[in-house]
Structure formats: structure tokens, C-alpha cells
């Protein structure tokens, strides 16, 4: 009797324990063995931090569409402090659109995807070596089609650059994501306006 209550004591912790585990991402999850910055498959109902649209100056509309997502657990230490969580992952889908006149207006919206921009928040320095590795990131771009495809070889030459002007912020494009400062119940009040502390901030 005792072993038996023993053992469903311990499948039911191990139950407890997978199911915790589900939904938090790990490295593991993300990095294959040779520290390669994987896309992840379920991204899509991670948090959502924004989305990017760039125009096209001949289709009075969008041509594509930026839509980013962060790992669980990414905005609300984000919020409590101005930084990413180590191991935080982030993914910017990339989606051609199509633009018409809606009863709201001439809008345009998101269709096919295109490719995905993966990131990963690595405090540590965990891969000294690698070229996909550095300035606090693990950077990827995967091309979509049947498969898809990694076409990153060194994110000093394919991704840096750009976020060289976001440098101050981690490198990242907070201003596209009000959910990291605003709280949308106060009526759009912006946290660090409030907070004399938080003018200090690298984000300000
Ligand atoms: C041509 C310039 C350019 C290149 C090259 C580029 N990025 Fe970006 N990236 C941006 C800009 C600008 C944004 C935000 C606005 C947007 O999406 O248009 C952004 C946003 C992102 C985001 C969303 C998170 C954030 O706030 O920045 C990720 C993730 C990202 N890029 C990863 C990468 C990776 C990984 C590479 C290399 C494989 C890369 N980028 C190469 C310009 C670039």
C-alpha cells in the first residue's frame, strides 16, 4: 500500500512537473547541439510584443508586414525591469499582405509568410566561438518554404548594422512595442513618464 501511494505520489510529480515544464521555453528548446538558434514552432501563441509595417510607396498600402513575438514570461519582466530576461526568445515573422478598402478604411493585412527573424537573449557569452552569437544575442534569419531554411552564416555582416541604431535599447526596436511600458488600462499613461527612476533608464 505505501509503495503504491509512493508511486502515484511520484507520477503525479512527474505529471506536475512535464506539464510546468511545457510551457516554459528552455535553451533546449531553441539551440540545437552545435548552438545553432533554432525557429521555434509554436511562437505563434507566445506573447506578442508588435508589429512593423512597411509601406510601399505604388500600392497605397503595405507591402509587408512585421509581426513580433517574445517567449512566455518576456513582457512582464520587461515591464517590472527595462531589460530582457536572459534566454528570452524572439521572433519576427516577415508577411507579404494584401491591401483593400475595408469598412474601415484602406487596410492592409497580413498573408503569406515569407521568413523568420529568430533572437535569443544571451547574457552569458554561451558561445564565444560561434558567428551567430554576440553582442548579447543568438541571431538567425530561416527563409520560409517546404523547410525552413537557416541563411544566416555571421550576424556581424547579416544582422548588426541595422540594429546598430537600436543599440541603446538592446539593440531592439522597443518603440514598436507599447506593451513593454504602457499600460493600457490607465489610458495609454506611459509608466516611465510617471516614474522619475525610470528616466534614467536605458530606454528613455
Ligand atoms: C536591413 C536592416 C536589418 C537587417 C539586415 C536585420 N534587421 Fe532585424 N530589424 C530591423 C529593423 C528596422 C527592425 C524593427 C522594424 C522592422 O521590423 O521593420 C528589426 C527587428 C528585428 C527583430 C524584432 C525585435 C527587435 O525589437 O529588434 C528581430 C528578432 C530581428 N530584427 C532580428 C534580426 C536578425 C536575427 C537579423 C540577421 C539574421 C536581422 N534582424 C537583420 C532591421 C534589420
Known sequence: MAIFTLRTTLIATI??????ASSAVTLDD????????????????WEFLGAF???????????????VYASPGTVEYYQQNNAYPDAAVLVKEV?????ENLTTGRISYATKTKGWFV???DSKGRFPESKLWGDGWG??????????????????T?????HVPAKDTDYSYVRG??????????????????NKEASESPRE
Not at 95 to 99: G, Q, R, S, V
Open 15 to 20: 505529471f506536475a512537473l512535464s506539464t510546468a
Open 30 to 45: 531553441v539551440v540545437d547541439d552545435d548552438g545553432i538558434p533554432q525557429l521555434p514552432e509554436n511562437f505563434r501563441s
Open 53 to 67: 509595417s512597411g509601406l510601399a510607396a505604388d500600392k497605397n498600402g503595405s507591402h509587408e508586414m512585421h509581426t
Open 95 to 99: 508577411l507579404e499582405t494584401d491591401t
Open 119 to 121: 533572437w535569443i537573449k
Open 139 to 156: 541571431w538567425a534569419f530561416y527563409a520560409a518554404g517546404d523547410k525552413p531554411k537557416l541563411q544566416t552564416t555571421d550576424y556581424k
Open 158 to 162: 547579416d544582422c548588426l548594422g541595422c
Open 177 to 194: 512595442y507599447p506593451v513593454l511600458e504602457i499600460e493600457p488600462m490607465s489610458g495609454g499613461q506611459n509608466k516611465s513618464a510617471d
